[in-house]
């Protein structure tokens, strides 16, 4: 492979470098990429991304904290080799990263878990797969070696969910993901339509259409990948100078028209600011805040904001994050203070308030399915004829339903609480965002139209609602009114 193609933005640095490296991939050859950006601030992007390379930022990757369901499979796996010794095992799997802070009770715990299914599953065979013989731990049959061997792994993937009128009729699927995160009641935009959430059974969603005007907007996992911190911030780095009126590289040469219009209806958002605008369109009103921390951390924020100020007002809020901001719109102003946006990006009840604006149970349940796969509580099935997602749902919700009545301290469903946060929540990084937001100035900006930074927001929003020819209409006629507006200023 001679040339790589990156189109749009890669999100971080170590992503791009490794896409890189697969043209020239043998000694002493050169590694080519060439980047194709999708709008134009993906050009501040690239020119980040040069930057950070040079400098040797690349992205830290963070490894797993005592996944216990890949410890329960190892167990398992070692016992079919030459079996094993509870002890020295012990001082093995502690050598790891991962398992290095391993207490004797967690060992224990999944010692007996593979043993006898632990304290719920006791009295079920299929789940006492190791028994000892004279201190040295093998498998109890055949017939747990072999579906271990056929399940053995630890890649999972999101499943898709059918939604579905509750009256009938299929509207088409949906990722898992983001229906896992909604109540029944929350409403949101599907196949043009404005839906509301009646509830959820296995792999179906089932909805009836709603009297509102606006809902939540689905995000696919391809297009959720986020900015990481490294890029973000050199992102930071490169608005910086274009504000100081540096122009330093090819890539921000390009981009200094968008820029410098971005400065005269608006501003350019200094470090140490947060950028807060606002614009009326045929839409209703907009309000754009730009943390510039990524697309997770923005969908967090989003409907954390939207949570709190409903509870203190009822209001009708569409929310809709990218990378470098989000967008609430409403169909009256906000007309909000200083203060009031301090209160509603603060820290304060951070876990309670996220939990609160979120289905935890429902994500946690749907975590909990790849957790049991990994540790071996349900069965995929057999070549050729893997189970359905749908019913592998069904059998590990069964179980996670039992867990949380009467095991609610097991430790797997500990785990899937904690991924839920740590991974599709992304608490710890939505929380720094909050803590860095506390040290900022706010800068409130009534724009009185859509500036360069929100333009790709409000597009891309639009064209989760519409058509594709629809869409393309719109958003031409708007960059036709926006290019009116430019020409007249300059002329004046």
């Known amino acids: 492979m001679d040339q790589v193609i990156q189109i749009g933005s890669p999100k971080r640095v170590a992503r791009l470098m490794q896409r890189a490296g697969r043209s020239g991939h043998q000694p002493g050859a050169v590694s080519r990429i060439l980047c ?10 690239f020119a980040a991304v040069r930057q950070a390379i040079e400098a040797g930022q690349i992205e830290a990757r963070l490894p797993l904290h005592k996944p216990l369901d890949v410890l329960a499979q190892h167990l398992v796996t070692v016992a079919l080799g030459s079996g094993f010794v509870p002890g020295e095992l012990l001082a093995e799997v502690r050598t790891t990263h991962a398992y290095a802070d391993l207490s004797d009770q967690e060992w224990a715990w999944a010692l007996g878990f593979v043993t006898n299914g632990g304290e719920t599953l006791r009295a079920y065979e299929q789940y006492n797969k190791l028994a000892a013989t004279e201190g040295v731990y093998r498998p109890t049959s055949r017939q747990i070696a072999q579906y271990h061997r056929m399940s053995i792994g630890t890649i999972t993937s999101d499943g898709m969910i059918k939604v579905s009128y509750l009256k009938g009729g299929a509207l088409g699927t949906i990722e898992e993901s983001f229906i896992a995160r909604l109540r029944p009641g929350d409403r949101f935009v599907f196949a043009g339509r404005v839906l509301e959430l009646v509830l959820v059974k296995e792999m179906t969603a089932y909805v009836r259409k709603s009297n509102r005007s606006s809902g939540s907007v689905p995000q696919w996992m391809g297009s959720r990948m986020q900015l990481s911190s490294q890029l973000a911030g050199a992102v930071r780095v490169q608005l910086a100078a274009a504000r100081a009126g540096r122009y330093d590289s090819a890539e921000l040469l390009a981009v200094r028209p968008i820029l410098e219009l971005q400065r005269r209806w608006s501003r350019i958002p200094a470090p140490g600011e947060l950028l807060i605008e606002s614009a009326k369109t ?7 805040i730009y943390p510039l921390a990524g697309r997770l951390v923005h969908e967090g924020l989003s409907t954390l904001v939207a949570f709190r100020m409903a509870r203190e007002t009822p209001r009708t809020l569409s929310a809709f994050a990218t990378d470098y901001g989000f967008e609430l719109l409403s169909p009256k102003p906000l007309e909000l203070t200083e203060l009031d946006w301090r209160r509603y990006l603060s820290t304060e009840r951070l876990l309670e308030d996220v939990l609160a604006c979120v289905n935890e149970t429902e994500l946690a349940r749907r975590q909990f399915r790849d957790i049991a796969r990994v540790a ?41 609480r904690r991924e839920v946060l740590q991974q599709q929540l992304d608490l710890v990084r939505l929380e720094a965002t909050l803590v860095a937001i506390a040290h900022q100035d706010i800068a409130p900006v009534q724009t009185g139209r859509l500036t360069p930074l929100a333009f790709p927001i409000w597009a891309q929003r639009t064209r989760t609602q519409v058509s594709s020819e629809d869409w393309n209409t719109r958003v031409q006629r708007m960059v036709l009114e926006l290019e009116a507006v430019e020409e007249k200023e300059e002329k004046l």
């Open 36 to 45: 194709v950006p999708t709008h134009a601030f993906e050009l501040v992007e």
């Open 282 to 288: 045929r839409d209703g009103y907009h309000t754009f």
């Open 376 to 416: 071996g509580l349900i069965f995929a099935g057999y070549p050729g004829s893997r189970k359905q997602t749908r019913q592998l749902q069904a059998s590990s919700g069964l179980i996670f339903d039992v867990f949380a009545r009467y095991d609610p301290e097991n430790l797997l469903l500990d785990q899937a």
